[in-house]
C-alpha cells in the first residue's frame, strides 16, 4: 500500500509564509502528477495546485495564484507546496494527492488515487 504524509503545517499570522512537503512510502510507483487539496470547516475539499511530472507543467487554483509555489521531485514522489502572502481565508486542512492515470486533468479530487492525512493550516488576521 501507499502512504503519503504531509507536514510543515501549522499557525501562522496574515502575510506570512509556510512550506508544506508530502512524501510517498511503501509500495513503488510511478505517478502522473501530484496534487494538494484544501478542505476548510463546512465547506466540500477544493483544489488548490498540482505539478505534471512529463513537463513539469503546474496549475493553480485562481485563489491562490501568484501567492503559492508547487514543486516536487518525480523519482522520490515527493512535493512541496510553498505558500507565501497567507491570507486567513487560506486556513483549512490540506492534503497532498497523488493521481496515476493521464486523463481528465488534474484539478478534481476524484481523479486522485491515493491521500494522505492532512495538515492544518491556519491564519490568523
Known amino acids: 500500500q501507499v502512504q503519503l504524509v504531509e507536514s510543515g503545517g501549522g499557525l501562522v499570522q496574515a502575510g506570512g509564509s509556510l512550506r508544506l512537503s508530502c512524501a510517498a512510502s511503501?509500495?513503488?510507483?510511478?505517478?502522473?502528477?501530484m496534487g494538494w487539496f484544501r478542505q476548510a470547516p463546512g465547506k466540500e475539499r477544493e483544489f488548490v495546485a498540482a505539478?505534471?511530472?512529463?513537463?513539469?507543467?503546474?496549475y493553480y487554483a485562481d485563489s491562490v495564484k501568484g501567492r503559492f509555489t508547487i514543486s516536487g521531485d518525480n523519482a522520490k514522489n515527493t512535493v512541496y507546496l510553498q505558500m507565501n502572502s497567507l491570507k486567513p481565508e487560506d486556513t483549512a486542512v490540506y492534503y497532498c494527492?497523488?493521481?496515476?492515470?493521464?486523463?481528465?486533468?488534474?484539478?478534481?479530487?476524484?481523479?486522485?488515487?491515493?491521500w494522505g492525512q492532512g495538515t492544518q493550516v491556519t491564519v490568523s488576521s
Open positions: 494527492a497523488v493521481k496515476l492515470r493521464l486523463d481528465y486533468g488534474v484539478r478534481y479530487d476524484y481523479l486522485y488515487d491515493y
Open positions: 511503501g509500495r513503488r510507483f510511478s505517478s502522473y502528477a
Open positions: 505539478i505534471v511530472w512529463s513537463g513539469g507543467s503546474t
